[in-house]
Nanobody
Framework: QVHLVESGGGLVQAGGSLRLSCAASGRTFSRYAMGWFRQAPGKERECVAAVSWSGGYSYYADSVEGRFTISRDTGKNTVYLQMNSLKPEDTAVYYC?????????????????WGQGTQVTVSS
């Protein structure tokens, strides 16, 4: 069982930065691939970044490539999403997720545990 709690969301102007954190409970955090998803009103939940359990593989959606960076700190049981050069279209609720899978997962149904989400709003 893994319990996930996101933090770090908020209101930021376009061009600004935010760092989201996802703290995980459970001693087996290191075995799980981690992903960051987002969902805007009226849109499907999409994966913006994911990292393998080892940290050796990562995935980024085209829309955030070069602006967002996912990282994990196994010692702190935490995964981060550094978001730079934010755009109004990045506005959404951001969720972290943990999945018992090899490599990186891009689909929501590959993940077993979800956080409650944190709102990110980017003003123009």
């Amino acid at each position: 069982q893994v319990h996930l709690v996101e933090s770090g969301g908020g209101l930021v102007q376009a061009g600004g930065s935010l760092r989201l954190s996802c703290a995980a409970s459970g001693r087996t955090f290191s075995r799980y691939a981690m992903g960051w998803f987002r969902q805007a009103p009226g849109k499907e939940r999409e994966c913006v970044a994911a990292v393998s359990w080892s940290g050796g593989y990562s995935y980024y959606a085209d829309s955030v490539e070069g602006r967002f960076t996912i990282s994990r700190d196994t010692g702190k049981n935490t995964v981060y999403l550094q978001m730079n050069s934010l755009k109004p279209e990045d506005t959404a609720v951001y969720y972290c997720a943990a999945g018992d899978l090899l490599g990186v997962g891009r689909r929501a149904n590959e993940y077993d545990y979800w956080g409650q989400g944190t709102q990110v709003t980017v003003s123009s």
